[in-house]
């Protein structure tokens, strides 16, 4: 949104750092960044005929007030929440740069709506799908070992399908993925994947392999690399001959490993790295479902409850 000559506010020179930023440091998508400038944008136009054209003179009322004005014009109150994260992003960077000394957004509350707590699979479900390729042929090895890697990693299926055998380091138990905004993270392989995965690459993968070899750690039959659309057929496959009801999708087993995880006691932060968000406020999502575990445990057990 840059408006270029010497008529520039210093809000408006701010927005535009921040959104060199994203795209120069954070590699964010044009389509994202859009998003992030209309957003910010869309600001800058409500304060300007109210005198404020300073980043420093940016407070929480004028946060708050901008809120309001949103709620007048009848915006959800889920796209109001994405204005905030927006505004949270851009003053998070303001002060980082010491371009304000307070950040305005900090005690603003994203607004409360409908939003629908993600599905996920018990453990037990987990587990009677996990068992359903079987171990006896390479297409059960190579599918207990895609659905091991899934569920042990928290992957998103695009950064499994994207797998090379360079990613991986089965003898420390690490994979490395590229990530939104191609950020490359390191996430751990518990033991059961990592046993998945070395027999499908010492007993199963071979047998995959054309002449014309690939570097894609999972195979189909053609020794072409597996694509979504592959994994989730075969997903939906072994999910009806488990006996789950539930709708079943990659996604829902990304779900089910952050809500394990954060059930069993593991920090938001770790899960946050793990899976790759950018904002933990995205990760705080699973604290809703780890929550409601909770109190269904204490209604259960506790004596007065």
Same mark, same amino acid.
Not at 120 to 148: H, Y
Not at 178 to 202: F, S
């Given at each position: ?17 921040? !959104? ?30 109210? @005198?404020?054209?300073?980043? $420093? ?64 699979? $018990? ?13 006896? $042929? ?14 042990? $990693? @928290? ?7 994207? !797998? ?37 690459? #010492?007993?199963?993968?071979?047998? %995959? ?19 979504? #659309? ?26 089910? %490993? ?13 899960? #946050? ?33």
């Amino acid at each position: 949104m840059d408006r270029g000559g010497s008529g520039s506010s210093s809000l408006d020179l701010t927005v535009q750092r921040f !959104l060199d930023h994203l795209k120069v440091e954070r590699k964010l998508s044009p389509a994202t960044l859009s998003a992030y400038g209309k957003d910010a944008a869309g600001f800058v136009a409500f304060l300007e005929p109210r @005198g404020i054209v300073d980043t $420093t003179a940016v407070e929480s009322l004028h946060v708050l007030d901008f809120l309001e004005y949103l709620t007048d014009k009848k915006l959800s109150a889920r796209s109001q929440a994405r204005q905030v994260v927006t505004l949270r992003q851009l003053f998070r960077f303001a002060k980082s740069e010491e371009l304000v000394a307070v950040d305005p957004t900090e005690n603003v509350d994203l607004p409360r709506f409908g939003r629908r707590l993600p599905e996920f699979l $018990t453990v037990t479900e987990v587990d009677e799908l996990l068992r359903r390729p079987g171990r006896d $042929t390479p297409r059960g090895l190579r599918d207990t070992a895609m659905l091991e890697t899934l569920y042990a $990693t @928290g992957l998103r299926v695009s950064e499994l399908v994207r !797998l090379r055998l360079r990613d991986l380091s089965l003898e420390v138990g690490y994979l490395r993925t590229m990530g939104k905004g191609r950020k490359e993270r390191l996430v751990p392989i518990g033991d059961g994947a990592r046993e998945a995965l070395t027999l499908y690459l #010492q007993d199963a993968r071979p047998s %995959f392999v054309r002449k014309r070899a690939s570097e894609a750690v999972f195979l189909t039959q053609l020794g072409r690399g597996m694509t979504r #659309q592959g994994f989730w057929k075969l997903l939906t496959g072994y999910a009806r001959a488990a006996g789950i009801r539930k709708s079943i999708s990659p996604h829902k087993l990304r779900h089910s %490993f952050a809500t394990h995880l954060l059930e069993r006691g593991a920090d938001l932060k770790a899960v #946050q790295a793990m899976l790759g968000h950018a904002d933990i406020g995205t990760t705080e999502i699973y604290t809703h479902l780890s929550r409601s575990h909770l109190r269904k445990v204490y209604d259960r057990f506790h004596p007065r409850s």
